[in-house]
């Protein structure tokens, strides 16, 4: 048994809050549930229970994410224009959500779906596993509209029992004067009813019975035996695995035993680099800043114009009074701050060599294109690059192409922000083509032919003819929401370069979307590309006036100004992160903020050109990392990798709840299930907190930054058919099967051999399929059963865990050691050798109990698999990255504590949320210097087994990149 522990801040320990601060504001709340007091562990805001799990403590519940329900068609948008929320007998999406949503801490996974308010006949369905008999509270959280009902009904129906309804949305939840009803007219309320179920398969469906005065909109739906569940914002019932994550912040993880063979044979961890992890860059000439530029306008002198005083280098304002004031201050300089790095890539809007294009009648190039021509022959160590967002794309004849050939070697490529590309097959060429498809790989090599075909066609109406042999070679693709669906795939379709568009949104976890593009780019030889914004939500932080949208007529979608949007931490993080974990390039969407003139309307006036805050951060981080400084980054040492199938088709927070974005255009197939639940589940506890952090309402930076219970250690690599595409494989000591995988036999044979040759697998029940599986030889199992709470490794402790089903694993399997089992003996987890390697099979299907959730073993087996396998790692609630460099190591630690900025307003920094942080090394430190902050010295102390901590503190919303030599 465990000993239950409080758990520390930086200010010491939490205590309870003094009962009137509890009651008080809840005696004003409106609705018959909001007047009961929330017990301590189920509330948000309080101290969390974080002693290990406990045998037979926690509920069984489930949680229904309202758009993965069944029959949801369209969409349907509640503040929308009246075209824009109708529906006829269905429900539709509404989400994501606009700045109601946002400002309330968003939706609880991305979507929500709604129907409209004439609509009395809508339904949509999803079949439960209740795990577990017993009285269930039936939650909804759903939109309450001021002083108006929005009727709608839940019903559970299963076999040989009377149907059960719950009516919802007759009465207000909420104050009617609430601030959200005020600005918005409805806040998001949670409402409960009771059930009593029986175990075993139901059917939810979800009900519009009505007309009412407005769309009802719907969030998520929570059944729970949890009596004491009272959920404020995004809150989920208390579970084990949870508290089992939660329990490793304050449990050395150093003392677990590994259960790797490299790591069981090899005390020391290995400091090396294999060659293939090193970061890329284009031409191997180092990282670039690729930068919006101008080729006609006001800001276009530094191309056009011959005058000496003119601005000397490739630069984007776009405030006419800001471009005329850079002008005259930095006009024949050569110290612009920013513009005059030699990295910033001068990049144009156009489709392929849009700067070269000719004119249609005389067939030359244009005069931009003719002077930058002359500006790349006066700049050779220059590069260049373009945009393609939206734009329609203009002739190229033979003289650009001409002028495209002889700067070939210097073109970085065309950024395609939010976009695989910018064209669009036929949506009916689509269906068609892809009817038949019944599996992911299916549907990819269904879709594959059209897309490239449409890709082809893109450049070939501009160039006239095929100019490449795979146009995709120079497509940039920098999707937010998708692009670690499409990051495999655009890998093997040839892009040189995979990105990702960053922003502050629902599930962005950005360790986790870099341990893809990493382990992707490793995998195919790729560059890297961060495409870089400050976007929350539908909101940016913009720092000039033609790109603000401030006004009252602009307070419901897409309010731009200096105060909104993700702000200057989540600013700063987006840098140093991406800079450190081996961004190829940037590319810089908002390139014409960087400068400001800020002021006021009485004591302050207008003041001169300045560095915006954007502008500040740039502009440090370039002189930071300028060669002349002496950074080098090294590359991140990661030596975990997650192995998906490279048809996932997966993204947590889809515009559209299925396989690639509904690209495919079949709205009610591949549907969010089993397979993706594993995926979320598995990368939901290595990336842990991230679960947590959803629950609460949602800033800038608490879904994007994670303080890691296991550093960001993991990458991502791919299951193909191109075997020849598996040659990273080997590199990583572990590798953990997540998600569906088809293995072929070629695929099956090679996952043998690396193990065979010394590496670490995972693989779980149902999770593989193919001819391949045959060569794992996995243990023989029996008949399915249901387990709850199991032993692990040799501890005769019982561990607490939901209701699971699995296949007992059989006995007499000598080569088979056991890791996890019932109470009752029956192994459902173990472990085999093989030649140098090891297996670990987990009979649990997918990992996943009967309520969808991993089960606790799961954090188990990552936090044991990846000990002893990290030359350097970090004790302390703190993001960290570790980086290995020509001269020693590279320690990036990020605190997004204290800085919690909201899509609107900023707030000031509470450094009650410093964090204190130990680096434990395990190889040799003679010194440990801070590049961001130098002066700050570390202390360097020797500890036991040959270990060496160096300690310091990070700042609440601080950056520190530590270099140990």
Not at 643 to 663: C, I, M, Q, R, T
Not at 669 to 690: N, Q, S, T, V, Y
Not at 742 to 757: C, K, S
Not at 837 to 850: A, C, D, E, H, T
Request: some cysteine.
């Amino acid at each position: 048994m465990v000993p239950i522990r409080l758990r520390a801040n930086s200010s010491g320990f939490l205590l309870n809050r003094p009962l009137l601060e509890i009651v008080l504001p809840l005696l004003v709340m409106v609705g018959p549930i909001a007047c009961q007091l929330s017990a301590a562990d189920s509330n948000p805001g309080g101290a969390p229970n974080i002693a290990a799990p406990q045998t037979n403590s926690y509920p069984e519940s489930l949680w229904i994410e309202a758009e993965h329900l069944r029959g949801v068609k369209g969409f349907c948008w509640p503040m929308g224009t009246p075209a824009m929320k109708k529906t006829a007998g269905h429900w539709g999406l509404s989400g994501p959500g606009w700045a109601a949503e946002w400002n309330q801490g968003g939706e609880s996974g991305f979507l929500s779906i709604a129907t409209a308010a004439d609509d009395d006949r809508a339904t949509a369905k999803t079949s439960i596993d209740v795990p577990a008999e017993g009285r269930y509270f039936v939650w909804v959280r759903y939109g309450d509209w001021r002083e108006q009902p929005e009727p709608f009904s839940i019903r559970i129906e299963q076999p040989g029992a009377a149907a059960w309804q719950g009516d919802y949305g007759v009465h207000a939840v909420i104050d009617e004067d609430n601030e959200s009803k005020l600005y918005w007219g409805w806040a998001f309320a949670w409402d409960r009813r009771e059930a009593s179920l029986k175990a075993g398969v139901a059917t939810l469906s979800l009900l519009s019975t009505q007309k009412c005065p407005q769309p009802r909109q719907i969030d998520a739906i929570v059944l729970t035996t949890d009596e004491r569940f009272r959920p404020r914002i995004k809150d989920r019932p208390r579970h084990p695995t949870r508290q089992r994550l939660d329990s490793y912040r304050h449990e050395p993880l150093s003392d677990l035993t590994p259960l790797s063979k490299a790591a069981e044979l090899n005390k020391q961890a290995p400091s090396a680099l294999p060659p293939s992890w090193n970061v890329r860059t284009f031409q191997n000439k180092g990282f670039r800043y690729l930068w919006n530029s101008a080729e006609e306008g006001p800001n276009a002198d530094w191309l056009l114009s011959d005058e000496p005083n003119r601005v000397l280098f490739p630069y984007g304002l776009r405030d006419e009074d800001a471009v005329k004031e850079l002008k005259q201050k930095y006009g024949g300089r050569t110290d612009v701050p920013i513009y005059s790095d030699p990295r910033v890539v001068p990049t144009f809007h156009g489709v392929g060599a849009g700067i070269f294009a000719t004119d249609p009648k005389t067939g030359e190039v244009h005069p931009a294109g003719k002077r930058f021509a002359q500006w790349l022959d006066k700049n050779p160590d220059r590069m260049w690059a373009m945009m393609m967002n939206y734009h329609p794309g203009k002739p190229i004849g033979d003289a650009g192409q001409q002028l495209l050939a002889k700067y070939r070697d210097r073109y970085l490529g065309s950024i395609s922000g939010e976009s695989i590309g910018y064209f669009y097959p036929k949506s009916e060429e689509m269906r068609a083509v892809t009817a038949q498809a019944t599996t992911r790989r299916q549907l990819v090599e269904a879709f594959t032919p059209l897309t490239q075909t449409g890709n082809r066609e893109k450049y070939r109406a501009v160039y006239g003819k095929d100019l490449d042999a795979n146009p995709y070679a120079d497509v940039i693709s920098c999707l937010s929401v998708g692009n670690i669906a499409w990051a495999p795939i655009l890998s093997q379709w040839g892009c040189r370069t995979i990105g990702y568009e960053s922003s502050a949104a629902t599930s962005s976890v950005l360790n986790m979307r870099w341990a893809f593009m990493r382990g992707i780019a490793r995998q195919g030889e790729q560059l890297t590309a961060t495409y870089r914004s400050c976007n929350f939500g539908d909101a940016s932080t913009i720092f000039s006036n033609s790109g603000s949208y401030h006004s009252p007529q602009a307070i419901l979608d897409n309010y731009y100004s200096v105060y909104s949007g993700a702000g200057m931490t989540w600013y700063k993080f987006d840098i140093w992160y991406q800079y450190m974990a081996g961004a190829s390039m940037f590319y810089h969407e908002q390139g014409f903020d960087e400068f400001w003139q800020p002021g006021g309307t009485a004591a302050a006036g207008k003041q001169e050109l300045q560095l915006s805050p954007k502008g500040k951060l740039v502009d440090r981080f370039l002189r930071t990392t300028a060669p002349a400084a002496g950074f080098d980054r090294g590359s991140p040492y990661t030596p975990v990798a997650f192995l998906v199938d490279y048809a996932h088709g997966w993204e947590p927070a889809p515009f559209w709840p299925n396989s690639f974005k509904n690209w495919h255009g079949h709205e009610e197939r591949f549907l969010f299930g089993d397979h993706e639940k594993m995926l979320e589940e598995w990368f939901w506890a290595a990336f842990h907190p991230i679960a947590s952090e959803s629950e609460k309402p949602m800033n800038a930076t608490n879904e994007v930054y994670l303080p890691g219970i296991f550093g960001d250690v993991f990458d991502v690599i791919v299951a193909t058919p191109q075997v020849d595409r598996w040659k990273t494989i080997d590199t990583y000591p572990v590798v953990i099967a997540n998600g569906d995988i088809e293995l072929t036999a070629a695929e099956g044979a090679r996952l043998d051999a690396y193990v065979q040759q010394g590496g670490t697998l995972l693989v779980t029940d149902s999770q593989l399929t193919g001819p391949g599986v045959a060569a794992l030889k996995l243990p023989a199992t029996g008949e399915p059963a249901v387990g709850q709470n199991y032993r692990w490794l040799d501890d005769a402790t019982v561990v607490s865990s939901q209701r699971f089903r699995y296949r007992p694993i059989a006995a007499g399997q000598a080569e088979w050691k056991p890791l996890a089992q019932t109470e009752d003996g029956k192994v459902f987890c173990a472990a085999s050798d093989r030649g140098k390697g090891r297996i670990l099979f987990l009979s649990v299907p997918r990992g996943l109990g009967i309520d969808r959730r991993a089960v606790p073993v799961v954090p188990q087996l990552i936090a044991h698999l990846t000990r002893g396998l990290m030359p350097i790692e970090v004790d302390g609630d703190v993001q960290w990255l570790v980086n290995r460099n020509a001269n020693g190591w590279m320690v990036t630690l990020l605190n997004p504590a204290g800085q919690d900025k909201p899509q609107q307003g900023i707030t000031p920094t509470d450094h009650r949320e410093n964090r204190s942080v130990t680096i434990r090394s395990r190889v040799p430190v003679s010194s440990a210097v801070d590049r961001l902050q130098p002066t700050d010295r570390m202390t360097i102390n020797p500890a036991a087994k040959g270990i060496v901590n160096v300690t310091c503190e990070v700042l609440a919303g601080g950056v520190r990149i530590v270099e140990i030599k």
